[in-house]
């Protein structure tokens, strides 16, 4: 396969835990030889390419770019697993995001207004001029095709249970939604801050790479659309190291079953979103 050429699709997902359910879903996903460090993985006879990027918002930034860089893609997507901040979401929920945000403490927030810094931790410098965002938008199209796509899925899907699930409440359906979605290089615990998190930010879950993939398409004005299944609710049900593995695993192949079909939409309509 020529490196250079141009796919229509790139999908950047963290982790492999993340990345495994697609190898089952999409049968002709293969290993891409790119002659770099990147992990790719290809479909649909080229126009869709897979990078797993690894955990963390260097590693998210760079695969994007990388990808974004080597292959032109018209679309990004990304997805995996997220920590609710919203108490009401539990494990199996799915957020589609119609913004993006990056959190930080109180102590960072406060320390940056009161030297006269912008508190905002989106900024990228384009066509000779630093910008300041308070959020990154999705574009509406992609919400409502990603979220009609998510209710599709969770048809087919049995309610969550066992790990993670609080044990005083009842098992129900999923809920899907589109949402606000927080990032930073953090696994929030604390119920305050959480609270807070949801406050001040308006955050449904917070992960540790989606603002940072948005932010680089943002740069390059290419779309981008995350899809983020809950893993757990600290709030509600705080986990045992135990339970991490088994529960990013369930909730990246909720989040694959999105994507895949959101992927079969879009190599048909490649009309959607803007540039």
């Avoid at 927030?109 to 910008?131: F, V, Y």
């Avoid at 983020?228 to 190291?241: G, H, K, M, Q």
Wanted: with cysteine.
């Amino acid at each position: 396969m020529n490196h250079q050429q141009k796919a229509r699709i790139a999908v950047v997902i963290p982790i492999e835990e993340e990345f495994r359910a697609f190898r089952d879903l999409i049968p002709d996903i293969k290993p891409l030889d790119s002659n770099s460090p990147w992990e790719f993985y290809a479909a649909a006879g080229g126009e869709v390419i897979f990078v797993i990027s690894d955990c963390g918002p260097v590693n998210a930034a760079a695969a994007t770019e990388r990808v974004i860089a080597q292959f032109s893609p018209r679309y990004v997507l990304h997805g995996g697993c997220a920590g609710a901040c919203d108490r009401e979401l539990l494990p199996g929920d799915i957020i589609v995001a119609s913004s993006y945000v990056i959190n930080a403490p109180e102590s960072v927030r406060q320390a940056r207004l009161d030297r006269g810094l912008n508190p905002s931790l989106i900024r990228m410098r384009r066509e000779g001029r630093r910008h300041y965002l308070d959020f990154l938008d999705s574009d509406e199209s992609l919400v409502s095709l990603a979220v009609n796509d998510a209710r599709h899925a969770v048809t087919s899907l049995e309610p969550w249970s066992g790990i993670g699930w609080p044990v005083s409440t009842d098992s129900r359906p999923a809920i899907v939604r589109s949402g606000r979605i927080g990032s930073a290089d953090s696994w929030t615990v604390d119920a305050v801050e959480l609270e807070r998190l949801n406050s001040v930010y308006g955050i449904d879950c917070e992960d540790m790479e989606s603002a940072y993939v948005a932010q680089v398409c943002a740069l390059h004005r290419i779309p981008c659309m995350t899809v983020r299944v809950i893993s757990d609710n600290e709030t509600l049900s705080p986990l045992s190291a135990r339970d991490v593995k088994p529960l990013l695993a369930e909730a990246g192949q909720r989040s694959a079953r999105v994507l895949r079909s959101l992927i079969s939409c879009l190599l048909v309509r490649p009309e959607m979103g803007n540039s």
